[in-house]
């Protein structure tokens, strides 16, 4: 279990990172102008400074800025994310219960572009400068470029109101009382939309990398000597090109696990789905800072989870790596 | 350079940029003298479909407004923007990329630390951060924007300061008795700058869509015409007019594509040789 070992490895060494982002999660937070007792204070209607005092004592924010930040780091390993001010509940709860949606949104989208963008990529690479490679790069680019909201938007005036196929948004129908095989056909059919926009934009980015590093794996001697063995074109790119191939997708999927969060965001703004990204925006418009930074960690850990399992995969792929170390 | 320019030119993509950026510019140069008035006033009646008034080419939004005026000075806050948040963050990222390839060790082992921090964060959650604890007026999304994207310049400048710091040229510069950092940036960096360059178009591109994202959101500078807060302001009468949407989202696609076909133009005119395998 070699590779393992070198992922977990890896695992470690982004520990420092993680310090780094929450020591700069808390800087942030010590600049925002006001605390959370000066917030309370407003809602309650004001008070007297004996009580804001109190109130800082309660909170721990009368000690110096290093011991608050201490303190920050120890209630973290114990996974205490803080009280959430708008629901009342504590921050970890709140976005465990938001999590699922956000993570079945990400793969399933994160599946559709990367095959989409492995299939489009062979295609485009062996009609290299043909009609469908100028086409595919060309649709590409325009995907690319395409703010992904606008693409909802969009997608939800044709598909949900001029054809009626498709709802506008939401998880599931509300109060339909589905359970089993229904509900799940019922939340596939909602979230079609989401996905497919989601996925359409780093579409685009794998199906670039893909056809470029077909074309430099096409050119490699062990691809010529399949071919001299009498292999079939087929037979070459699937078992022999695409494997090595897929390398740098793979690194793609870590490299752009951030982006692809960030990028659910908004799609989970523009289709009303309950995942961690609208709360994001939610906590955003209510200032409500502990959330948010609760969910930026959260995102980081997530980020770093990914990036774990695309270690251990490009060992499967390339045995070279779990060899050479 | 002329034989840059020549190669850029017999790109027929690259030049489809090229004309699609300068026509963009020129929208946002002219915009004041098509639309002398406040794009954010009262113009007519609200929600008239486009040419439906021969007077609103794009027709108005819910509130009144022609969006012809808030497309054309959107152009302007497009630009800005990703004009501005590029400068900050090639800025940023040119310093720290030189500082850590140029010295490597522990300097560059910190600042890749950091790098790398501010790239494992999701760059929008980020931006959505930023905004909430400065708040949304437009200078301080711009910084915003520009201080999210600093991570992929600084690496590939401190990549190009990896391949160039042992070379002749510096080692004359250093047995001249040059101090370090007249070596830095009057010696190497301009060798390193053509890669960054072009990556710019790359940032500024993203840039763009970022500040679209926030404004459709809401949650960027409402007192300016941005074409995402039109998009935003369309959402709700997306069922019938959707137009109020469809135009100005059509405005940001075109401009993005434009930045990135201009950059993929120089990409190709400067590595000819890189052509037939990255476009």
């Known amino acids: 279990m070699n590779i393992l070992l070198l992922a977990l490895r890896r695992l470690a060494a982004s520990l420092p990172t993680l310090l780094i982002i929450l020591a700069g999660l808390f800087l942030l937070l010590q600049l925002a102008p006001g605390d959370t007792v000066d917030a309370l204070m407003a809602q309650i209607g004001g008070g007297d400074p004996a009580t804001a005092k109190e109130l800082r004592h309660y909170y721990g924010l009368d000690i110096s800025a290093l011991s608050q930040l201490a303190r920050y780091f120890l209630r973290l390993i114990e996974f205490d994310l803080g009280q959430s001010a708008i629901y009342g509940k504590p921050v970890a709860s709140v976005i465990a219960e938001r999590l699922p949606v956000t993570l079945l949104l990400m793969s399933t989208s994160l599946c559709l572009a990367f095959a989409g963008g492995t299939a489009l990529g062979i295609l485009a690479a062996r009609n290299i400068d043909r009609w469908p490679d100028t086409l595919i790069s060309t649709v590409g680019l325009i995907f690319y470029s395409t703010p992904s909201f606008w693409f909802g938007l969009m997608g939800i005036v044709l598909f949900a109101i001029t054809f009626g196929w498709l709802p506008a948004g939401g998880f599931e129908e509300v109060g339909s009382g589905l359970t089993g095989l229904a509900r799940v056909i019922d939340i596939a059919h909602h979230l079609v939309l989401p996905v497919v926009t989601l996925a359409l934009i780093f579409l685009a980015t794998y199906l670039r990398i893909m056809r470029a590093s077909m074309l430099e794996v096409r050119g490699l001697d062990f691809v010529r000597t399949a071919r001299a063995k009498g292999l079939g074109e087929t037979a070459i790119v699937i078992r022999h090109a695409l494997r090595n191939a897929l390398l740098p997708m793979v690194t793609l999927v870590g490299l752009q696990a951030g982006t692809m969060l960030g990028g659910s965001v908004v799609v989970e703004s523009v289709f009303a789905l309950p995942g961690l990204g609208r709360l994001a925006y939610e906590s955003v418009v209510q200032r409500d800072l502990n959330t948010l930074l609760g969910i930026v960690f959260v995102s980081a850990l997530l980020v770093i989870a990914v990036n774990f399992i695309v270690d251990l995969v490009y060992g499967q792929l390339d045995p070279r790596i779990a060899a050479g170390r | ?279």
């Open chain 2, 1 to 279: 350079m002329g034989k840059l320019l020549r190669r850029y030119l017999q790109n027929p993509a690259a030049l489809l940029g090229g004309v699609l950026l300068l026509v963009i510019i020129a929208v946002a140069l002219i915009a004041p003298l098509v639309f002398p008035r406040d794009p954010l006033s009262l113009a007519g009646r609200p929600l008239q479909w486009p040419m439906a008034n021969p007077h609103f080419w794009f027709g108005t939004d819910a509130s009144g407004r022609d969006i012809a005026a808030q497309i054309f000075y959107g152009a302007r806050v497009s630009l800005l923007i990703g004009l501005v948040a590029t400068s900050i963050a090639i800025a940023i990222g040119i310093v720290i990329g030189a500082l850590a390839g140029f010295y490597g060790g522990y300097v560059d082992e910190a600042l890749m630390r950091v790098t790398e921090a501010f790239q494992t964060l999701p760059n929008f959650l980020l931006l959505l951060v930023l905004v909430a604890v400065f708040g949304s007026d437009i200078t301080t999304v711009t910084i915003a924007i520009g201080f999210v994207s600093w991570p992929a310049p600084a690496r590939l400048t401190r990549a190009e300061f990896l391949t160039l710091r042992n070379r002749e040229f510096v080692q004359a510069c250093r047995v001249l008795g040059m101090g370090d950092r007249q070596i830095i940036f009057r010696e190497i960096l301009p060798n390193a700058l053509p890669p960054v360059i072009v990556y710019a178009s790359v940032v500024m591109a993203v840039a763009i869509l970022l500040e679209s994202a926030l404004a459709f959101l809401n949650l960027s500078d409402p007192n300016v015409a941005s074409w995402g807060n039109l998009i935003g302001s369309g959402r709700g009468v997306l069922r019938t007019q959707w137009y109020v949407s469809a135009i100005p989202g059509f405005a940001i696609l075109m401009t993005v594509l434009a930045v990135s076909l201009v950059g993929q133009g120089l990409n190709d005119a400067l590595n000819p040789r890189l052509r037939r395998t990255i476009t």
